[in-house]
């Protein structure tokens, strides 16, 4: 039987919370400011990433990690009804800080890249109608197209590894507010202590699947235009991305 979930409707959107992760420096990009800043077409890419947001989840409370002493992503967020928090050292530790400023009523949380800026609308409508269908935890994914090779420590190839079992990970990633919290506060990142990441930590999923293995972690279609933004290379499909959807 096929669920029809109409996301523009009050209880599909009840008390959903998007955070969107903006701290990152961007060096590789070579543009000597914070990557959200960085213009995609003209425009910030984080302006790009919260209008993706707003316009597939338009009551959603939106929440924007921002790095220390910033000023200008703040403004940006602020111009597109969001919430500046500042971040921390780390991806992990900005995530933890954005939980903790969430308002109080919240149930489920998106948490988002702002440098995959250009996700399409049906990837967080299929992650939002997986948390409405019970989902605790939900990861949008790609298969893997390239060749994958596994290396050793001299750096030398121990074969090709077997693309059918393997998928690549995008964001928005969809939780219960109560389990992410639950799982941060047993990594050591909730109350902000300032702790490390926990090693092989590299996504909020990741922190599910080590401090909460009996929630699986639900995997829905990404979008190869969700692409993350991280090299020179990534500006320029996107700004064609952009182009093309005029």
Known sequence: MTHHHDLASPSALDRLAVVVVAAGSGTRLGYGMPKALVP???????????????????????LVTVPVGDTELTAVASACGAQAVTGGATRAQSVARALAALPPDTKRVLVHDAARCLTPRAVFERVVAALQDGAEAVVPVVEVTDTVRGVDSGGCSTGTVDRAGLRAVQTPQGFDRALLERVNEAAGLLPDRGAEDPAGITDDASLVER?????????????VE???????LDLLLAGAVVDARG
Do not use: N, Q, Y
């Open 211 to 223: 401090f909460a293995p009996e929630h699986p972690v639900v995997l829905v279609a990404g979008d």
């Open 40 to 62: 995609v077409a003209g425009h910030p890419l984080l302006e790009h990433a919260l209008a993706t947001v707003r316009e597939a989840l338009p009551a959603a409370s939106l």
């Open 226 to 232: 969700s692409f993350k933004i991280t090299r020179p």
